[in-house]
Every structure is written in structure tokens, then in C-alpha cells.
């Protein structure tokens, strides 16, 4: 069974920083791309960062580039999103999700929980 755990979230300031992680298990994890996912209040999903299986050229969304980065650690099993110069609309939910192949251009499946990032003065 594909288990994703995100945890990190929290309140902060805008301008402050973040680190989530996402543990992962029930899946050959160095296999798979992943995804970092989030959902603004009232809003659909959006995906932020990407990454192939081996951890190379990480892709951004737009909205995020240059202040989010994303690495993975294929030993532990576990994905990182490093989020500085938060923005009040970097609040959301935030999820890790499993790429369909070792491409991110492939899309993905399985979501974990998420956790809340809020961003607020």
C-alpha cells in the first residue's frame, strides 16, 4: 500500500521560511518521480515542484521559482520541499504525491494527507 506523510506546516510570517518533508513507503520510492502538490483555500490543485527519480533537474511552477526548492534523499525514502520568502499566497495545503514513472513529465497518483502552510502577518 503507497503511504505518503507530509509534516513541516505551520504558521508563519511572509518572508520566513519552511521545510516539509514527505516520508514515503509501500512503493519503490527511487523509482518514481514525486510531486509537491498544494491546494490554496477555494482554489483546485497546483503543482509546485517535480522531480525525476534521481533527484535531477527538479522542475518549478512559475509562482514558486527561485524561492522553493526540492530534493529527495532515495536512501531514506523521503522527498524535502525547502520554502523560503514566503508569500501570503503560498497558504494552502501542501501534499506529496507519487509520479507514474521515473519521468515527472508522466503526471502523478497516489497523494499523501498534506499538511497546512499558512502565511500570514
Known amino acids: 500500500e503507497v503511504q505518503l506523510v507530509e509534516s513541516g506546516g505551520g504558521l508563519v510570517q511572509p518572508g520566513e521560511s519552511l521545510r516539509l518533508s514527505c516520508a514515503a513507503s509501500?512503493?519503490?520510492?527511487?523509482?518514481?518521480?514525486m510531486y509537491w502538490v498544494r491546494q490554496a483555500p477555494g482554489k483546485g490543485l497546483e503543482w509546485v515542484a517535480r522531480?525525476?527519480?534521481?533527484?535531477?533537474?527538479?522542475n518549478y511552477a512559475d509562482s514558486v521559482k527561485g524561492r522553493f526548492t526540492t530534493s529527495r534523499d532515495n536512501a531514506k525514502n523521503t522527498l524535502y520541499l525547502q520554502m523560503n520568502s514566503l508569500k501570503p499566497e503560498d497558504t494552502g495545503v501542501y501534499y506529496c504525491?507519487?509520479?507514474?514513472?521515473?519521468?515527472?513529465?508522466?503526471?502523478?497518483?497516489?497523494r499523501g494527507q498534506g499538511t497546512q502552510v499558512t502565511v500570514s502577518s
Open positions: 504525491a507519487k509520479g507514474l514513472s521515473r519521468s515527472y513529465y508522466s503526471g502523478y497518483d497516489y
Open positions: 509501500g512503493f519503490a520510492f527511487s523509482s518514481y518521480s
Open positions: 522531480m525525476d527519480n534521481d533527484g535531477g533537474w527538479p
